[in-house]
């Protein structure tokens, strides 16, 4: 059975700094998708991961893919407060998606 | 507008009383989803659709039915619904799932209480 799991699932850090959400899954798959909820709100789609080795960017988040080692990663550099929401990571098993519980991130000036 | 709408947003209820949330998309996708989200546990899929008249269970289908009559709607039936289904439900819905770069469009939640 496929697996997702986040790390860390609270994360409190300061403007300006640098960090990384890890995510990890157990079974082999070749989709893995990151979306951003702030409170109270619906899911955002952020990244699409297609294939080994890919990376995307988009403003201060940078997510990649390392299919083989089952592992994405979404990095934040020089956090500002609007980043501040809970992010997800999901992975698609043959149509099944399978979700991450969520890391939880507050951005403090 | 493109969206993915669904209704009602809140609803209160009591154990066993059958209740439909209604999911209906605009942008003429073929794949519909369900998801429940409860605290530390992240989203789980209940059901999916890749077509009219396609559907397949997810992580969690217990307890919930699907169907997928027309290509727009995707209604998500308790039929006796029970306290462990008190939850927030998400629907979603993506162009083609599992083409290069499709991702999934979420509608606005349905906050639901089961007492």
């Known amino acids: 059975e496929l697996k997702v799991e986040q790390n860390p699932l609270f994360l409190s850090m300061q403007e300006g700094k640098n960090y990384t959400i890890y995510c990890n899954y157990s079974t082999t798959s070749d989709r893995l998708y990151w979306y951003r909820q702030d409170p109270g709100k619906s899911l955002e789609s952020l990244f699409v991961?297609?294939?080994?080795?890919a990376v995307k960017q988009e403003g201060r988040l940078m997510a990649s893919l390392d299919t083989k080692a089952r592992l994405s990663t979404l990095h934040i550099t020089a956090a500002v407060h609007d980043l501040s929401a809970t992010y997800f990571c999901a992975v698609d098993n043959n149509n099944d998606m399978r979700f991450g519980a969520g890391t939880r991130l507050t951005v403090k000036p | 507008e493109a969206q993915v709408t669904q209704n009602p947003r809140y609803l209160i209820t009591v154990t066993g009383k059958k209740l439909t949330v209604t999911c209906s998309q605009n942008m003429n996708h073929e794949y519909m989803s369900w998801y429940r989200q409860d605290p530390g546990l992240g989203l789980r899929q209940i059901y999916y659709s890749m077509n009219v008249e396609v559907t397949d269970k997810g992580d969690v289908p217990e307890g919930y039915k699907v169907s997928r009559k027309e290509k727009r709607n995707f209604p998500l039936i308790l039929e006796s619904p029970s306290p462990n289904q008190t939850s927030l439900y998400f629907c979603?819905?993506?162009?083609?799932?599992?083409?290069?770069?499709?991702?999934?469009?979420f509608g606005p939640g349905t906050r639901l209480l089961v007492l």
């Open positions: 979603a819905s993506s162009p083609r799932w599992g083409q290069v770069e499709e991702t999934q469009y």
């Open positions: 991961l297609l294939s080994n080795g």
